[in-house]
């Protein structure tokens, strides 16, 4: 009879999410010889081999796939019950697992995350950033329980709800030679020298992604930041165009000597979606965070600076 215990279910997730063993294992914190012998231990369990190991690191066999979507599924009803059982006793209630999208993790979360996690002091939100169609993905395998995506993007069976809309705009210089235009195409922007997001970040890869289905183009990327108003900052010191949502363009145009011009690509208006599984699976304070993001905007209080409140983690 299989025997395998929640911490080789944990253990065994964390290596398929991460990757490899090695790697797996500081997440699970255990040292690696003891995650090693206990990935052996459940195949020689099992009888058949769990994954293939190279020296790129691990991929799942048919055996593999078909455990970690149990432990997953195993691994979520314990966090659950832990969550439900936690508030009786006056402990921490659990935690959500959140992806988004650049533009929502930036503009729209910060505001609603403070607003949910001063009325519910006892939960933590562990957010990671990642592009529309890694969230589907994920959200859809059990790794996380919402995701934010942009509209357009097909979500297949998970259930969505709407949650905001924006639109990317291009940012210039004041004098700039875009200055003033009534509107532009992304083809146009790309002949320019571009203050951008690092190359991690979710739009980066998104725009990249775009530039090259334009005939293979790319972008100029002059310099990398770690927010909208550091790339608004670098463009009106002439360093380059910038795009981000027009809520952070229009909010920056108050202080600084910058000019929005509309991008006329049709992927530039956003309609941010929430999606997830199953609504009634959630445990309760998950679901009432989902309620959180469904309210209409403008409800919740302002967050110096932009930054992310208290019980709030950036993956």
Same mark, same amino acid.
């Given at each position: 009879?299989?025997?395998?215990?929640?911490?080789?279910?944990?253990?065994?997730?964390?290596?398929?999410?991460?990757?490899?063993?090695?790697?797996?294992?500081?997440?699970?914190?255990?040292?690696?010889?003891?995650?090693?012998?206990?990935?052996?231990?459940? +195949? +020689?369990?099992?009888?058949?081999?769990? @994954?293939?190991?190279?020296?790129?690191?691990?991929?799942?066999?048919?055996?593999?796939? !078909?455990?970690?979507?149990?432990?997953?599924?195993?691994? &979520?009803?314990?966090?659950?019950?832990?969550?439900?059982?936690?508030?009786?006793? #006056?402990?921490?209630?659990?935690?959500?697992?959140?992806?988004?999208?650049?533009?929502?993790? $930036? +503009?729209?979360?910060?505001?609603?995350?403070?607003?949910?996690?001063?009325?519910?002091?006892?939960?933590?939100?562990?957010?990671? +950033? =990642?592009?529309?169609?890694?969230?589907?993905?994920?959200?859809?395998?059990? !790794?996380?329980?919402?995701?934010?995506?942009?509209? !357009?993007?097909?979500?297949?069976?998970?259930?969505?709800?709407?949650?905001?809309?924006?639109?990317?705009?291009?940012?210039?210089?004041? #004098?700039?030679?875009?200055?003033?235009?009534?509107?532009?195409?992304?083809?146009?922007?790309?002949?320019?020298?571009?203050? /951008?997001?690092?190359?991690?970040?979710?739009? !980066?890869?998104? @725009?990249?992604?775009?530039?090259? =289905?334009? &005939? #293979?183009? $790319?972008?100029?990327?002059?310099?990398?930041?770690?927010?909208?108003?550091?790339?608004? =900052?670098?463009?009106?010191?002439?360093?380059?165009?910038?795009?981000?949502?027009?809520? $952070?363009?229009?909010?920056?145009?108050?202080?600084?000597?910058?000019?929005?011009?509309?991008?006329?690509?049709?992927?530039?208006?956003?309609?941010? $979606?929430?999606? @997830?599984?199953?609504?009634?699976?959630?445990?309760?304070?998950?679901? &009432?965070?989902?309620?959180?993001?469904?309210?209409?905007?403008?409800?919740?209080?302002?967050?110096?600076?932009? #930054?992310?409140?208290? /019980?709030? =983690?950036?993956?």
């Amino acid at each position: 009879m299989m025997r395998f215990d929640l911490v080789d279910l944990s253990l065994f997730r964390h290596v398929v999410e991460a990757g490899s063993i090695t790697h797996g294992a500081a997440r699970a914190n255990l040292a690696l010889a003891a995650a090693s012998a206990r990935v052996r231990g459940m +195949e +020689e369990t099992l009888g058949a081999a769990l @994954l293939t190991r190279s020296r790129q690191g691990v991929a799942l066999t048919p055996a593999g796939r !078909t455990l970690v979507a149990h432990a997953r599924a195993v691994l &979520d009803r314990v966090e659950r019950m832990q969550g439900e059982l936690a508030a009786y006793a #006056g402990g921490t209630v659990g935690q959500i697992r959140l992806l988004s999208n650049t533009n929502a993790l $930036t +503009e729209f979360l910060p505001e609603v995350l403070s607003a949910y996690l001063a009325s519910h002091p006892g939960v933590s939100v562990d957010i990671e +950033e =990642r592009t529309s169609d890694e969230i589907v993905g994920l959200v859809a395998e059990g !790794t996380a329980d919402l995701g934010i995506v942009a509209g !357009t993007v097909d979500t297949g069976s998970l259930q969505t709800y709407p949650f905001r809309q924006d639109r990317f705009v291009v940012v210039v210089a004041s #004098g700039h030679a875009l200055d003033g235009r009534g509107e532009v195409g992304f083809a146009e922007v790309l002949e320019h020298d571009i203050v /951008g997001l690092d190359r991690a970040s979710a739009l !980066t890869r998104f @725009l990249a992604d775009k530039a090259a =289905r334009i &005939d #293979g183009r $790319t972008m100029r990327l002059r310099v990398q930041l770690r927010s909208f108003d550091a790339v608004c =900052r670098l463009v009106e010191c002439g360093v380059g165009v910038g795009i981000v949502p027009e809520t $952070t363009a229009r909010r920056a145009i108050r202080s600084m000597g910058i000019g929005l011009v509309p991008l006329t690509d049709p992927w530039a208006l956003r309609d941010l $979606t929430l999606c @997830l599984r199953a609504l009634d699976a959630l445990p309760a304070f998950a679901r &009432d965070f989902v309620a959180q993001l469904r309210a209409p905007a403008g409800f919740d209080r302002q967050i110096p600076n932009g #930054g992310l409140p208290s /019980g709030a =983690r950036l993956g």
